[in-house]
Nanobody, 124 residues
């Protein structure tokens, strides 16, 4: 099993920045890629960003490309999502997820482990 705990959410004004963290513990050696997803009120959960741990390649949703950056600190077993130029449309509950198969993916079904989420609110 892998446990994921997100942190770093909060309230920020439009145009501001936040950095989300996702600390992984447990069977970390089984992780091949990690991703970030978000769910806005009344909407389905959607893909935000992912990183393959084997290749280091990253993948972003068009809506966040150029504004968000996914990265990781191997020593801390932590994945980050740096969010810049935030918009009210970025308001959502943000989840990190880990997958046991190679390659980054935007498909929720490919991720085996999920955190509880951290709330981000962007005011206009």
């Amino acid at each position: 099993q892998v446990q994921l705990v997100e942190s770093g959410g909060g309230l920020v004004q439009a145009g501001g920045s936040l950095r989300l963290s996702c600390a992984a513990s447990g069977r970390i050696f089984s992780i091949r890629a990690m991703g970030w997803f978000r769910q806005a009120p009344g909407k389905e959960r959607e893909f935000v960003a992912a990183e393959s741990w084997s290749s280091g390649s990253t993948f972003y949703a068009d809506s966040v490309k150029g504004r968000f950056t996914i990265s990781r600190d191997n020593a801390k077993n932590t994945v980050y999502l740096q969010m810049n130029s935030l918009k009210p449309d970025d308001t959502a509950l943000y989840f990190c997820a880990a997958k046991r198969t190679y390659g980054s993916s935007f498909l929720e079904s490919e991720y085996a482990y999920w955190g509880q989420g951290t709330q981000v609110v962007v005011s206009s």
